[in-house]
């Protein structure tokens, strides 16, 4: 039960106080800054006076201290899975900052035009020295260029492509397979 002079917290809020009153199931508080408020008991939560915080800890044995901070603790760590599949793919960014040095003075045509034609050289790149997967990251944007890129990929046969891990590339990159022929 909570009594006149006791420092509280409100739940859910960031507002601590002392308790003025006590009047049934309601508490007024003055707040850290001074307003006085008023608060269910439910709603309270009694916190401890720091000030006597040092007569409560327990005597703390030096050896073990010194002993911890010489001994290092193991690092944990998740290290990210890696599947064997994805070793060394190809990513080909098709940003046209990153394949032009100055965009200056082209249309939205030309872009998209250069865009495609480079994702259509390293598709065929791919299909020619047999690399099974690649990955275009065309960015999120208006989709147009995606659109574009999904167009070109069904027009090959033997290429099966999907948005890119979410997690690696968002949602601005598509993964392309190129199923093998045994030849």
């Known amino acids: ?12 809020e960031a507002i601590n106080g002392t308790v003025v009153s006590v009047k049934n199931n309601e508490v007024l508080i003055e707040t850290d800054d001074g307003f006085v ?7 309270l939560l009694k916190i401890q006076d ?7 800890i327990k ?19 998740v290290k990210e ?11 080909f960014d098709l940003h046209i900052e990153k394949l032009v ?3 200056r003075g082209m249309s939205n045509y030309d872009i998209l035009t250069l865009q495609t034609e480079t994702a259509k050289r390293h598709i065929e790149f791919a299909i020619r020295n047999r690399i ?26 033997g290429i099966d492509f ?4 979410y997690q690696k590339y968002g949602l601005g990159a598509t993964e392309v397979y190129i199923r093998q022929n045994n030849k």
Do not use: C
């Open 132 to 157: 099974p997967k690649i990955v275009f990251i065309h960015g999120v944007g208006e989709g147009i260029l995606k659109a574009e890129l999904d167009f070109l990929l069904g027009r090959y046969d």
């Open 59 to 77: 005597r703390i044995d030096l050896d073990e201290v010194s002993k911890e901070k010489t001994e290092p603790k193991p690092r944990s760590f």
């Open 81 to 91: 899975k890696k599947d064997k599949r994805d070793v060394g793919v190809p990513e």
């Open 1 to 12: 039960m909570l009594a006149k002079g006791d420092k509280v917290s409100v739940l859910d």
């Open 50 to 56: 720091t000030s006597n915080l040092m007569n409560s």
């Open 37 to 43: 408020m008023t608060f269910l008991v439910n709603e």
């Open 101 to 103: 040095p100055n965009k």
């Open 162 to 165: 999907q948005d890119a891990n």
